[in-house]
Structure formats: C-alpha cells, structure tokens
C-alpha cells in the first residue's frame, strides 16, 4: 500500500501527529510519506491519502490566523492545506482521511471537518476522520494522542 499525508503545522503538533499516523501505516505494511502542503504535488498514484491542519478560528488555517500564530511564536508556511486544496480539480476514486489537532472544548470546531468537506466536493471517498488535542496553542500534545494516532493509522490499512 502507497500513502502519502499532506500537512501543514505551525508549532509542530500536527507534524509529531502525522509521523505518529505514519508509523501505524507502516506498522499494518504501508510505504509512506509525510510532506509539508507548501511542497505537496498533485497526488496520484497513492491508495491513501491524508490530509491533516491544526484548527484555526474552527476551521482551516488562512494567512490571517498564520499571522496570528507567527506572532505567537509558530513557524508555519505562507501556504498550507487550505491552498494545497484550492488547486485539486478532482480527487475521484482517490481514498482519503482527514485530521486534525484542536484544544478542544464545545467552541474548539475542527479543520479535519473543513477538510473532509473540501475532499467530498472533490469527488474524494473518505474512509475516515479524526481529530487529535493539544493543551494549548503550542501544545504539548495531550497524554495518549500520540499512541492513539498511531492505532488510528493501523487500522487505516
Ligand atoms: C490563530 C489561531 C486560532 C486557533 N483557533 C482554534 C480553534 O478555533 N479551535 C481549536 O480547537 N484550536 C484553535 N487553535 C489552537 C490550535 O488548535 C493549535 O495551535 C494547533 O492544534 C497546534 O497545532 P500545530 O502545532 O500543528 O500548529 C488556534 C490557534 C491559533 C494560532
């Protein structure tokens, strides 16, 4: 099995997450690489893909809340999935799974839903979505989540 995960991050959480996922595909025999959405081609020939942000204002992360975690101490790109997304024309028949990371809580929303919606209009079959907590907006990661990416990353083989 071929499988790429497109990301993007700003404090690093959604990386250690996608290496996490990335691991558990190789564990279940998948060959697999992990690719910034900023350096991302048009995906073809992959029997999964993945699609993975951090949770901005709800939903995708856009240059204003970039902005907003480069002020904050982040380093993400000047583009990210939101952009990556917006020059697919068709992902017909492609396998698809979104994630994401969010604080949590009742006004957390979540990008994995964004993206999931955005794989849908492009035809995407998506197989299956997740989201992964953080303690705050740069972290850490929450106890466990790195475990529980990694079985989720399994079962998707
Ligand atoms: C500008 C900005 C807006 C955010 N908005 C939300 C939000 O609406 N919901 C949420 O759960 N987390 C929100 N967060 C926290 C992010 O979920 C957190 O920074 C991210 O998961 C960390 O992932 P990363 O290390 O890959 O960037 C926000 C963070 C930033 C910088």
Same mark, same amino acid.
């Given at each position: 099995?071929?499988a790429?995960?497109?990301?993007?991050?700003?404090?690093?959480?959604?990386?250690?997450? =996608?290496?996490?996922i990335?691991?558990g595909l190789? /564990?279940g025999?998948a060959? *697999?690489?992990?690719?910034? &959405?900023?350096? #991302?081609?048009?995906?073809?020939?992959?029997?999964l893909?993945l699609?993975?942000?951090?949770?901005?204002?709800?939903?995708?992360?856009?240059?204003?809340?970039?902005?907003?975690?480069?002020?904050?101490?982040?380093?993400?790109?000047?583009?990210?999935?939101?952009?990556?997304?917006?020059?697919?024309?068709?992902? =017909?028949?492609?396998r698809?799974a979104?994630?994401? /990371?969010?604080?949590?809580? *009742?006004?957390?929303?979540? &990008?994995?839903? #964004?993206?999931?919606?955005?794989?849908?209009?492009?035809?995407?079959?998506?197989v299956g979505?997740?989201?992964?907590?953080?303690?705050?907006?740069?972290?850490?990661?929450?106890?466990?989540?790195?475990?529980?990416?990694?079985?989720w990353g399994t079962s998707l083989t």
């Amino acid at each position: 099995m071929k499988a790429l995960i497109v990301i993007e991050t700003c404090f690093g959480n959604t990386e250690q997450i =996608a290496h996490a996922i990335a691991d558990g595909l190789r /564990t279940g025999g998948a060959d *697999i690489e992990v690719i910034q &959405a900023a350096d #991302a081609p048009t995906p073809q020939g992959f029997d999964l893909l993945l699609v993975g942000s951090p949770t901005h204002s709800m939903g995708l992360p856009k240059a204003a809340t970039r902005h907003q975690a480069r002020a904050k101490g982040g380093h993400p790109n000047d583009t990210g999935i939101a952009e990556w997304l917006d020059a697919l024309t068709s992902l =017909a028949g492609q396998r698809v799974a979104a994630f994401s /990371t969010i604080t949590g809580g *009742i006004f957390s929303g979540s &990008a994995s839903k #964004a993206i999931e919606k955005r794989l849908r209009k492009l035809n995407a079959t998506v197989v299956g979505r997740e989201d992964f907590t953080v303690r705050g907006t740069e972290g850490p990661l929450a106890d466990g989540e790195i475990e529980r990416a990694n079985n989720w990353g399994t079962s998707l083989t």
